[in-house]
């Protein structure tokens, strides 16, 4: 992509004239790493985006009425997919960046700060997070969305996604602690027929839960009941909290009880039997790591379970988790957990004859993209450059002055890249960012509304 100023304004504004579902988008010279298996990295290639979809990639493709974007120099990606944070956290973002453990963060965020969000501060730490998660290359973002005191926070909380722009996915379930309406799994009807009754948008919608019932009691907690409403909904599942020998034993009573399935993720999943893990890996349960969260707050074992899930034929997607503590971009979770597994497999294997695995930074770009998608029940849409799919990808400045000269792409994408060198976003064929911006946003405006909610929140005593 050129990074001249005045080309880049003048080839966003051709694009901007013309209707959505009219516009063709050529980006000619690019290094493409699709992370289709079967498309695998094309080097000096082309890819069209017709509407919302990628319909052609590879050399020498026909320009026609596209609009054409010299994408030479740059690396196209797909769009990175979040399978976990809790966005309407956003504005405490590193409130607590040494947090000791899991109870520090409950007592403060769940059982404090959370208590006194209104509806507004719900779409403003949403928003503030959704815009974050663009501008660092996150196209898909699933919102755990565990502060649902009232229809209105439901509704803030969908209407920032959809204000965004992003590929969102609002996964919702009641607060942990604090007064609210117990309208929670019931408004899941409501809250579908109003925001989610087409299968071609944006947003789709999940039903949260918590793995067991010992932090917000049972009426939070996965099993039959909340099962059966995902079903009738025709909605997947997200479960947090999935850790140690408690939910060990949830998972064997979920699969013998037949809850277990594809649609349903497990987060985190630390410190599991395996005899947990057989079950998941039998049923095709998805899970979603949280690298840094395992890590840094000390969850269960504090390791990622990347090589308990691969070794029963999982392959999982990557999440951010809480920004009161951690960081908010994929790099981060990708580089955290290239370097845990691969610090285990030689560990391991010191001064003995064992030879454990260790995975590569395909495998961790494949985590943060095809496998987020299906973690997220959208592997059909996004996830990798395949046409048919969504145009969710990137645009990432390869002769930067961090990144130059390109000498391996995933490499480059994985292990020298950040926010600063995606030049653009698409999300379902519209620009998001563009020349290194995030568009149609009013920083100021934002920030006066950010800093507003976030001086109400810590001004409030907890309800």
């Known amino acids: 992509m050129n990074v001249n100023d005045t080309t880049s304004a003048a080839v966003l504004e051709q ?3 013309r209707p959505a579902g009219e516009r063709r988008i050529l980006f000619t010279g690019a290094t493409i790493v699709t992370m289709d298996p079967d498309l695998g990295v094309i080097d000096r290639g082309d890819l069209l985006v017709e509407g919302d979809t990628i319909t052609a990639v590879g050399p020498g493709l026909s320009a026609g009425d596209a609009v054409v974007v010299d994408a030479t120099g740059t690396i196209l990606s797909p769009g990175f997919v979040d399978t976990h944070r809790h966005a309407w956290e956003a504005q405490l973002r590193r409130i607590m960046p040494d947090v000791d453990d899991l109870g520090g963060y409950v007592m403060s965020t ?14 403003t730490g949403t928003k503030l997070a959704a815009l974050t998660a663009i501008d660092s290359g ?7 969305s565990h502060n649902s005191r009232t229809r209105e926070h439901s509704d803030a909380a969908i209407e920032a996604l959809r204000d965004t722009g992003i590929r969102g996915v609002h996964a919702s379930m009641g607060p942990h602690f604090g007064d609210w309406d117990r309208q929670w799994p019931g408004d899941l009807t409501r809250i579908k027929d109003q925001y989610f009754s087409s299968d071609d948008q944006l947003l789709t919608l999940r039903l949260a839960a918590l793995a067991t019932d010992e932090i917000a009691g049972p009426a939070l907690a996965y099993g039959l009941e909340l099962a059966c409403v995902a079903k009738d909904l025709g909605i997947g599942v997200s479960v947090d909290a999935v850790f140690g020998t408690s939910s060990s034993q949830a998972v064997l009573h979920w699969a013998k009880d037949g809850i277990l399935s594809p649609d349903v993720t497990l987060i985190h999943a630390t410190g ?12 095709g349960t998805t899970v979603a790591l949280a690298p840094t969260s395992d890590a840094q707050i000390g969850l269960e074992t504090a390791i990622p379970a990347v090589d308990e899930a691969l070794s029963v034929g999982i392959r999982p997607g990557l999440s951010i988790d809480v920004e009161v503590a951690l960081a908010s971009d994929m790099f981060t979770q990708m580089r955290a957990l290239h370097a845990i597994q691969r610090m285990r497999a030689v560990n391991a294997a010191y001064d003995t004859t064992q030879q454990p695995q260790r995975i590569t930074t395909h ?18 849409i996004t996830g990798s450059l395949t046409p048919g799919k969504k145009a969710d990808l990137l645009v990432i400045q390869a002769e930067d002055l961090n990144n130059m000269p390109l000498n391996d792409p995933i490499g480059t994408v994985v292990l020298g890249s950040d926010a600063r060198n995606i030049s653009a976003v698409l999300i379902n064929g519209e620009p998001r960012k563009w020349n290194g911006h995030v568009l149609d946003v009013d920083l100021s405006a934002l920030r006066r509304e950010v800093h507003t909610s976030r001086e109400y929140v810590l001004n409030t005593p907890a309800a």
């Open 15 to 17: 694009l901007r004239r």
């Open 110 to 123: 769940l059982a404090g700060y959370a208590t006194v969000y209104r509806p507004e501060d719900m779409y």
């Open 138 to 144: 996150i196209t898909t973002m699933l919102d755990f």
């Open 272 to 283: 599991l039997t395996p005899q947990a893990w057989k079950a998941m890996g039998e049923t």
């Open 363 to 380: 495998d961790v770009l494949d985590f943060a993209t095809l496998q987020g998608a299906r973690t997220n029940g959208l592997a059909a």
